[in-house]
């Protein structure tokens, strides 16, 4: 019910844009998170954002650098990611919180549904 997309190959300080696109139901009204799960870790928050986009939370080390943003009418959440380093290397994974409409969880437990994921790869 979500798929993520956009994902590939980049430089290090490039740009990439991901997009997660929910069928089959709505989460216009869920808060909406992107995670990431690099080779031989644990999957890590990255940015959530409230159902109007109001609020929005980034993990630490994103240090500006990301934007998350959603398209209600598309049911669209979106992922905005600029100078990228070969440490962001990892597969992106964006998720729903059905239980939540403003409050940004940052474990990934507290999310109930999930993308498949799309691997972003910055080389040096």
């Known amino acids: 019910q979500l798929q993520a997309s956009g994902g590939g190959l980049v430089q290090a300080g490039g740009s990439l844009r991901l997009s997660c696109a929910a069928s089959?139901?709505?989460?216009?009204?869920?808060?909406m998170g992107w995670f990431r799960q690099a080779l031989g870790k644990e999957r890590e928050f990255v940015a959530g954002?409230?159902?109007?986009?109001?609020?929005?939370s980034y993990a630490d080390w994103v240090k500006g650098r990301f934007t998350i943003s959603r398209d209600n009418g598309k049911n669209t959440v979106y992922l905005q990611m600029n100078s990228l380093k070969p440490e962001d290397t990892a597969v992106y994974y964006c998720?729903?919180?059905?239980?939540?409409?403003?409050?940004?969880?940052?474990?990934?437990?507290?999310?109930?549904?999930w993308g498949q994921g799309t691997l972003v790869t910055v080389s040096s």
């Open positions: 998720a729903a919180d059905i239980d939540a409409i403003n409050n940004v969880a940052r474990l990934p437990s507290t999310y109930d549904y």
């Open positions: 089959g139901r709505t989460f216009s009204r869920n808060v």
């Open positions: 954002i409230s159902w109007t986009g109001g609020i929005t």
